[in-house]
């Protein structure tokens, strides 16, 4: 238990400093060696999906079509619907992928790259492309924004979603500004909801960009903790707006049946996906429908959905308590961290003192906890006041968890009082 | 029966069209409806493969990953090592795919097109990219090349692979000459296989692109209808000619297990594979490991997978037998088509007289019968001598195949005459 750390004389600093490090020297010799680093589901989660590996013997789909051979471009018809049933999308709008919601993502931004939509030009002939980038956020959406040498514009995220004034005003003023990436519901990492607010300012705000595009990534759009989190629907307020081909819709099953054989989605409106499946066609002869029949059978409709993520809810809420009663036990009123208490999703969010996730995290790796890497949440794993740390609570059993936040705890605590030390001593 | 058609007298050329026309309005009037257009196996194929649509209970790989969850960019090593052990390759310079090794070979040129390789200028940098198109061909190649505006240059297809002599001139003059499209054994749609010296010269020639790439489309590469068609080893070709670099090859399981749920490959030089994954990791986090890890125990092993093609062609061999005999029966002898006789593939290619393949493939549709679009096995769907039509005898049953051939044969010959007519009557 460390006390709240303002309080403290250099002296007394010292002396709990040394207490620290003699607990985390304790706990670093005790050979720990786990993976917090990426949201993955446990195994005992997919445990609750091998329903969807059983075996196939009736191949076809609702309209007839042998689900084995070729054909099909968007995917079979009734995961579709069941996809637009739970989401509120429209079926025809829907396009249904692979195994990788991250892959229709980095398609449909390459094809804008490369072909540009509605006559607009290619994003590759431009000067430069830029993003807004709310973030904390989601590596991997940033990683395909610097693969492309697509700027991005770091806006900080508030408790409804991004500092929408930030991302108006800079949406309005620069024609270069081609996109925005959103994870509406539980962001990854601090699990901030957009309200109805936030999206409506989203759909309606005025964008210099004739071809600016919002990357809705609904990842975790049904993965609820405890009670619904209500979330407007982007297709909607586009419409209203008069902005219907604003939005990208992305969703998948990676977080409900499995994160390697779900079945990923995209939905826009019905001009960009004539555009999109104009481009698909070329590209592959169509998705597995076998997969796609594989999963409607086991989640059999949006209500089966729902009960599936309570299950899975019932394996991860004790998860996030233990995560969230460590901090609160071992951090709580020190002022050394703040943290978020999402209501869903996958993560939860830490910031340290300024100037010390890094040395935080580095720390956990000495001591065997390998942590998503400081700065990964931020474009160009640049976190200018180098403080957020992303905690994935799924992936280990609740008693690694347990050893690993008694450890991550040491090494926030020590950090911080170090950094403290170090200030008071200049 | 049709008569040697040069020898006949305008008079008898037109009694001719008389008994073709009768024998066609005949078929044409009894509501035939039947779909050749595409190589698309047959239901009865897809049965032989149900073994691989059986439940899994066990979902960890040989090197103990649970393949359900993320992770494992290039595929599990066991099927890597399976399809080296097929095709001669190196696993490790194997990465495994979805379901479409189309999509990979679109995304590898996309790659090409946006990044360029090994330091070369991106193709959408250069004023203009060409590929070398053997032709006829696939039409997929072609769709995208077309897709990019990548100018496609024929070249014909002789009984050994492209015209090698017109190949080596116009990759040694023209460094915007960056690729050629090929399908190396039992090619679409002529059947052909390239000799062990086109291979050779392939791998040998000069080009005038440092990044002048081979894209490999080995689709038919375990394909024989009867005995096994040696086919060299590119990778062994292009190391000793000192151009490791300068193939991508490319395989899948959707002809030997399910066209809409196979599994994809490819393979590079190490170096090209390490350029493709510092990419693909950008594009997703990993394939369907699950429907690989299936696959897998499904084929066993690459006996297993030559025992299997060898129960597929049982199924194919007399569907290939029916086309053979119907076009020797029907238009042996006349004058009015030649053909080809693969060996293995999916495809028998026929030529009619010149200016007659678009009327001829018309006929039959009219009467209830769609062939593969007449031109689209040439770049642009460009036949220049309007001569080449693909037939596809795998999807329909051998039945309704008796039924598709005679009606075609009839088409083949009536076009025909009528064209001899029309030019005797200038």
Redesign the interface.
Known sequence: MVPYVADLTLVELKKLENELLLRYEKMASSGIKLDMS?G??A?SQ?DL??GA?????D?RTADGV???????LDGIIELRRLFADLLGLNADNITLG???S??MM??TI?RL??FGTHGNTPW?KLPAVKFICPCPGYD?HF??C???GIEMIPVPMLDNGPDMDEVERLAAADPLIKGIWCVPLYSNPQGICYSEQTVKRLAAMPAAAPDFRIFWDNAYGVHHLGATTPLANIFDACDAAGKPDRPFYFFST?KIT????GVAMECSSADNMTELRS?LK??????????QLRTLRFLKNADGVRAHMKKLAGELKPKFNIVLDYLDRELGGTGLASWTKPAGGYFVALDTLDGCAKATVKLAADAGLKMTGAGATFPYRRDSLDRNIRIAPTYPTCNELEQAMKLFCVCVALTGVRKLIADRSK
Chains 1, 2 share one sequence.
Do not use: W
């Not at 590996?53 to 013997?57: R, Y």
């Not at 592959?284 to 997969?291: E, R, W």
């Open positions: 990426r993955k589901p195994a997919l999906s091998m590996l059983a075996g196939i013997s191949c042998d689900a084995r051979n070729y054909g099909g692979g195994n990788s991250l892959n980095y398609d390459m790259y490369v590759s991997r990683g395909i610097e693969e492309l990676s499995f994160p390697g054989a481009h070329v590209q592959t002869i169509g998705p597995d429908k076998l997969n």
